[in-house]
């Protein structure tokens, strides 16, 4: 009897983009969150069906529109040890920046976020306290 239900290194939640372009977006993981690709499947015509990022202890899963499915945009949170080295690697990307990293008053991490070519909004923080 199997006992894990979910594959060793996975959390619970995925978030799951559905994206135009999937290899540029798994470039764009891999670039800016120095991303792995773990999981890899094309369909017979080529295009990807589905791919898994892995960014530190987290798995990111995507593929291409379809017909059936088209594009969808997120805003994710991601906990990455330098905030301003991460910005940096995304405005070098191409990412549009939305807000600098800063500390808030009353906010113990130091946050910022930008937009990547699809129009998804990535807010990262670093804790400081």
Not at 11 to 33: E, R
Not at 52 to 75: C, F, P, Q, R, W
Request: proline share 5%.
């Amino acid at each position: 009897m199997k006992t894990n239900f979910k594959p060793d290194g996975y959390n619970c939640v995925s978030p799951y983009f559905i994206v135009d372009n999937p290899q540029k977006f798994i470039d764009f993981l891999k670039t800016v969150f120095d991303g792995e690709l773990t999981r890899f499947f094309k369909k017979g015509d080529g295009q990807i069906n589905h791919a898994e990022v892995k960014i530190m202890d987290s798995i990111i899963m995507l593929s291409g529109t379809t017909e059936d499915y088209s594009a969808n945009n997120l805003l994710l949170h991601v906990y990455v040890p330098d905030v301003d080295q991460v910005y940096e690697k995304a405005l070098k990307a191409g990412c549009p920046g939305i807000e600098a990293p800063k500390v808030k008053d009353d906010d113990p991490d130091k946050r910022g976020m930008f937009q990547d070519y699809m129009g998804n909004t990535w807010a990262i923080g670093t804790q400081k306290t």
